[in-house]
DNA sequence: TTAACGTTTTCTTATATAGCCTGATACA
DNA sequence: TGTATCAGGCTATATAAGAAAACGTTAA
C-alpha cells in the first residue's frame, strides 16, 4: 500500500502568453513572477495549495497535488480563469498529462541496506551512506526510482501513475521478503 | 587568438524519506 | 564559558518547463 506525496502534470495552452501581465491580471490568492530568479510565472488558486508554473509559450506544470483529484480541480479552475480573461477558448484541450507520481511506503520492519543492496544486485542500486542515508533502488521493470531507509520506509519516484508505484513498491516488497527467507 | 556558433548544464517548484552539519538559543 | 537541545539547510530522487550560463567545437 502505498500513499501519494505528490503528483506533477503539465500542459499546454497553445497560445503565447505575457506572463507578467497574467500575474498581475489573474484574481488569485497568490502570483509571482521574478524573471532575475525565475522567469516562470508562479501562481496559486489556493493559499497554500498546488503550485502553477506558467511559462511564456503557454505551457503549464502543476506540482503540489496530494490527490489526482485535486490535480483535476486545480487545472479545471486555472482554465476556468484563463477562458474568462478571453486567454483560451472554452474548449480548448490543453493535453494534460500526469508526469511523475510521488508516493511513500513503509515494508513494515528495519532492513540491512548494505545486505540489500547486494541481494537487489548492484547494477541496479546507489548506496553510499556518507552521502545520503537512502538506497537509491532503479528497478528494471518499472520506470521508476524506490529510495529504501533503513527502517524500512520508502520513496517511490517517477512513476506516471499510482498502478506503477504500486506494483514497483509490491515487486520490491517481494524481492526483500524472499531475502529476508 | 578570438568570434560565432552549437550543445550541455543549471536553475526553480512540489513532495516524501533520514543523517549530518551549522547556527541559534537556553541553562548550568 | 561550556554543554545540550532545537531548527533549518543540505545531501539524493523523479518530472515538467525554458532562460541563461557554461561549456566545447569550428572557422577566420
Request: proline share 5%.
Amino acid at each position: 500500500m502505498v500513499s501519494i506525496a505528490n503528483i506533477v502534470g503539465s500542459g499546454s495552452l497553445s497560445v503565447e502568453l505575457n506572463v507578467d501581465q497574467l500575474g498581475t491580471d489573474l484574481d488569485v490568492p497568490y502570483t509571482e513572477y521574478d524573471p532575475e530568479n525565475y522567469h516562470g510565472l508562479y501562481v496559486r488558486l489556493v493559499e497554500g495549495g498546488p503550485l502553477i508554473t506558467v511559462y511564456r509559450s503557454g505551457k503549464y506544470i502543476i506540482s503540489g497535488c496530494s490527490a489526482f483529484e485535486e490535480l483535476e480541480d486545480t487545472n479545471e479552475k486555472f482554465l476556468e480563469h484563463l477562458t474568462e480573461f478571453g486567454i483560451i477558448e472554452s474548449e480548448l484541450d490543453p493535453g494534460f498529462t500526469v508526469q511523475n507520481v510521488v508516493c511513500t511506503a513503509d515494508l513494515g520492519h528495519s532492513v540491512n541496506l548494505n545486505a540489500l543492496a547486494i541481494g537487489l544486485g548492484l547494477e541496479a542500486v546507489e548506496y553510499e551512506p556518507e552521502q545520503f542515508p537512502g538506497l537509491v533502488y532503479r528497478p528494471t521493470e518499472f520506470p521508476t526510482v524506490l529510495l529504501l531507509f533503513a527502517n524500512g520506509k520508502v520513496v517511490v519516484t517517477g512513476a506516471p501513475d499510482v498502478h506503477i508505484a504500486e506494483e514497483a513498491f509490491s515487486s520490491l516488497q517481494s524481492q526483500v521478503d524472499g531475502l529476508l527467507e
